[in-house]
Structure formats: C-alpha cells, structure tokens
C-alpha cells in the first residue's frame, strides 16, 4: 500500500519504517528541512534501538522516502498518518495546532479520496476537529472530494518502540467506515498473521483508549511509589511486597517498581490532558488528580533525602549521578525525573558529576555548560571524588560494583543513593558503608557512620 506520514518523531519515524520493513511503500513528510535531509542521508535524530538498521535498509531498498513537499506526500499515499506533537499547552490540555495543520494542509493538495489516520495522542472530539478542518478547506477550494478520518492510537514504549511496531498486543483502529476498516485491515494484515489483533471500534472510544492506557500506567507507578513511602515508615521492604502482589495476575509485574516517578514525553502530558478533558464536561477525576500530585511529590524525594542528610546544604560536596534519560534504552529527557533531581542538588549548592549510557548530547542540550555540571563518560569515571551516588531509572551499570574499584573512586565513601534498581547484593562489600533505596529499610554495615539516601 501507498502510505504516507506527516511528522518524523518518537512514533512516526518508527511507525513509517516499520510499515516499510513488511513491504509498503512510506513517504515521510516534515517540515523541518535539516532532519529532513539527515533522514535521506540515513542519519536519524533519535537513539532508539533497531530503528537506524530499518531506516537504512528500506531507505536502500526504495521503501522509504523522507521529504519536505506537503504536496508529494499527500499525492503520494492513500492512507495519511498524522503523527505531529500535542505538546501541553498552559492550561494542561493537549495543543492540537499542528494535527489541525497538517489537515488543513492536506486538505490543501487533495486531488482524490484519501483516509486521515490519527496516530497521534489525542483528546476524544480530535477527530471530528480533523474532518471539520479538512471539510473547511474543501469548501474554500469548492472541491467535493470523499475522505474519511480513522483513530489509530499508538501504544510504543520508548526504548522498545520498534519491537513494540514490529509485534503490537493489539492495534486499535476507531471507524465508523466499513471502507476504512478494511484500508486499516490491508495495511496491517503483516501484523495479524499469528493472529487478529485489531480491536475495531468507535472514533471517541479508539480516542479515549490511548489516554486511558497511559493514565492506567500512570496510576500503577505513583501506586507503589506511595506504598513505598509507607513501606519505610513502617519498617517494610517494598521489593518484598512487589513480588508478593506482583504474582497476582490481576495486578501483575509490570510498571510496581518504585523509584523517582514517571517522567517522558507521554505520561506527564496525558495525565494532564485527560484530567483537563474530564473537567471540561463537569467531572471532576479524584483519581487522576492524585496520581499526578503523588508524582510530583515523589519527583522531590530524591533531591531533599540527599539534601537533609547533609543538614540542608550540599555547598561543598561532589554529588554523582547515574541516569539522566527518563528510562532505559532511550536519550529522551523530556520531564525525566533527574531534571529535578539536578536541580535540586545544585539550589543546595552541590557539584554534579553525571553519566547516563545514552543521553549525553541531550544532557548538554538540555543543561548547557554550566560550572556545577560535569558529564562523564563511564559510570566509574563520574564517581571520581564523589560523596554520595544518586542512580536513577537510566543509571544501571553493567555490573555489580566491586569493594576495590570504588574505593579507588570514592573521595569520602560516605553517601549512596539509588533508587531501587540496583539490588543490595550490588552494595555489599563496596566502600559505601550504607545503603538505602525507596521503600527500603537503610542497609548499614556494622561499623558505618554515615546513611545512605535515595
């Protein structure tokens, strides 16, 4: 199928190359002319795993063209994704400017019946705004052209974006068209080989699915976060209580791992997004409500645990920091939870010393240079002088950490931080005397005399 995509982001750069890998033929539009012909040089602007060897081979393979020409684009595909950004805007409700854009546009150079299809996150009602735009346009032109406007929400982890395209748990398709539904059954017919797993219905219910899904996440994350809270206080361990209710089927493993909060580019919107919706038709959403408060709150945790256990200043010490991607396995920094972190440590007064396996040039593009900011290159090189190791979501190293080769990089061995992804295993026998995660009761050696924060 000819399939065009306006917008070379997160999702429709992978979406448009892996719709190319099983054989169709996908042009991607932006308006952004540099990423553009980085694009067409194979080069892509985003570390996500598995996505450059698709984009190089079926770049080679004729399969997939990336262009600036609206025009092209429309001409070129039967099926127009729409996968452009609904940044927050100040209110909390999702931006809709550029999808109304992109419909006008295409609305614009439309020749022949085509079908919209919005795979971005957007609120319940988009789509009607879509085909009102479009229809808009069309009337301007005095053109009676047939179109129609599909919800197609994606559901891709960043970090696992491809592997999530190549093998989805169900692709939701909202039509009320029988000729649309049969477009969307052709195109991912690849996909549905093992077996179905479209999940076919209305526009408004596809619409309000995506935000669901990623509300859902949400609230399971700020969740354990709050039951880890309450675990130190009374003296529980929250990786004991993870497993006793995550081997529960109903409750499952997935999203009960306690930490800095959610960060990235979809949770924090679209909990707010949906909160914004409920309110514009008189419901108020009690649940959603704490959700985002108790992120917001657990986002602070990490910075003043460290702060306190220094009396409230951290002039004069060397803080290191492994993490500062929202998650493993990508280089986004979007809302990640160290932004708040750093920040943090630095009004206390401290100097950083950070590493993250992947988002190093977003980390510079982000901070800047600054006096109080050293990037290093290796876990162990960041620990050089420090006296305390914040570890956040990113900051994993490859192995456990050994007593001899910290010792050789600690100044003090004084302070520790992680937050619950590293096991205590690790810690044992390293030169931190004491160690201490969230929802964790504080590991102290027997001759300690400082605590570890996280």
């Given amino acids: 199928m000819k399939v065009t995509v306006f917008g070379t982001g997160y999702v429709g750069l992978v979406q448009g190359a892996v719709l190319a890998d099983v054989g169709h033929d996908v042009v991607c539009v932006d308006i952004d002319a540099a990423k553009v012909a980085a694009l067409q040089a194979g080069q892509i602007p985003i570390h996500e795993p598995g996505l450059q060897a698709l984009v190089t081979s079926n770049l080679a393979a004729g399969r997939l063209a990336f262009t600036t020409d609206a025009a092209q684009g429309v001409a070129h595909g039967d099926l127009l994704f729409l996968a452009v950004g609904t940044p927050p805007d100040e209110d909390g409700s999702a931006d809709l400017q550029h999808v109304l854009a992109v419909a006008r546009t295409i609305a614009t150079h439309m020749q022949a019946p085509r079908t919209l299809v919005n795979k971005s996150t957007v609120p319940v009602g988009t789509a009607d705004r879509v085909a009102d735009a479009v229809r808009a346009v069309l009337a301007e032109r005095g053109a009676d052209i047939a179109f129609e406007v599909v919800s197609n929400p994606e559901f891709l982890k960043e970090g696992a974006a491809v592997a999530d395209c190549m093998r989805p748990d169900r692709i939701v398709v909202g039509t009320s068209s029988a000729a649309a539904e049969r477009q969307l059954r052709e195109l991912y017919a690849p996909f549905n080989r093992n077996h179905d797993r479209m999940v076919v219905m209305d526009v408004k219910s596809a619409e309000l699915t995506k935000y669901a899904a990623n509300a859902m996440l949400a609230t399971?994350?700020?969740?354990?976060?709050?039951?880890?809270?309450?675990?130190?206080?009374?003296?529980?361990?929250?990786?004991?209580?993870?497993?006793?209710?995550?081997?529960?089927?109903?409750?499952?493993?997935?999203?009960?791992?306690?930490?800095?909060?959610?960060?990235?580019?979809?949770?924090?919107?679209?909990?707010?997004?949906?909160?914004?919706?409920?309110?514009?038709?008189?419901?108020?959403?009690?649940?959603?409500?704490?959700?985002?408060?108790?992120?917001?709150?657990?986002?602070?945790?990490?910075?003043?645990?460290?702060?306190?256990?220094?009396?409230?200043?951290?002039?004069?010490?060397?803080?290191?920091?492994?993490?500062?991607?929202?998650?493993?396995?990508?280089?986004?920094?979007?809302?990640?939870?160290?932004?708040?972190?750093?920040?943090?440590?630095?009004?206390?007064?401290?100097?950083?010393?950070?590493?993250?396996?992947?988002?190093?040039?977003?980390?510079?593009?982000?901070?800047?240079?600054?006096?109080?900011?050293?990037?290093?290159?290796?876990?162990?090189?960041?620990?050089?002088?420090?006296?305390?190791?914040?570890?956040?979501p990113n900051g994993r190293p490859s192995a456990c950490p050994t007593s001899r080769r910290w010792r050789a990089c600690s100044r003090t061995a004084s302070c520790s931080t992680a937050a619950t992804c590293t096991t205590r295993r690790c810690w044992r026998g390293t030169a931190w005397p004491t160690t201490r995660s969230a929802g964790r009761r504080c590991g102290t050696a027997p001759d300690a005399t400082n605590s570890i924060a996280a």
């Avoid at 791992?257 to 919107?269: D, E, L, T, V």
């Avoid at 657990?298 to 929202?326: C, D, K, N």
């Avoid at 990508?330 to 988002?359: C, I, K, N």
């Fill in 220 to 392: 399971k994350i700020s969740f354990i976060n709050e039951m880890a809270g309450l675990a130190e206080r009374l003296g529980a361990d929250i990786e004991a209580v993870r497993r006793g209710i995550g081997s529960d089927p109903r409750i499952g493993y997935h999203f009960i791992y306690p930490g800095a909060g959610y960060g990235g580019s979809c949770f924090p919107k679209d909990v707010k997004a949906l909160i914004h919706t409920a309110q514009s038709v008189g419901f108020e959403p009690q649940v959603l409500q704490a959700v985002e408060r108790r992120n917001d709150a657990q986002r602070r945790v990490l910075p003043e645990r460290i702060v306190a256990h220094y009396g409230g200043s951290l002039a004069g010490r060397t803080i290191a920091v492994w993490g500062l991607a929202f998650k493993p396995d990508t280089d986004d920094m979007r809302e990640a939870p160290s932004r708040d972190l750093l920040h943090g440590l630095w009004a206390a007064g401290a100097q950083v010393r950070a590493h993250d396996p992947v988002a190093m040039e977003e980390a510079r593009r982000v901070f800047g240079a600054r006096p109080d900011l050293l990037l290093c290159d290796t876990p162990l090189q960041a620990l050089q002088g420090a006296d305390a190791l914040a570890s956040s």
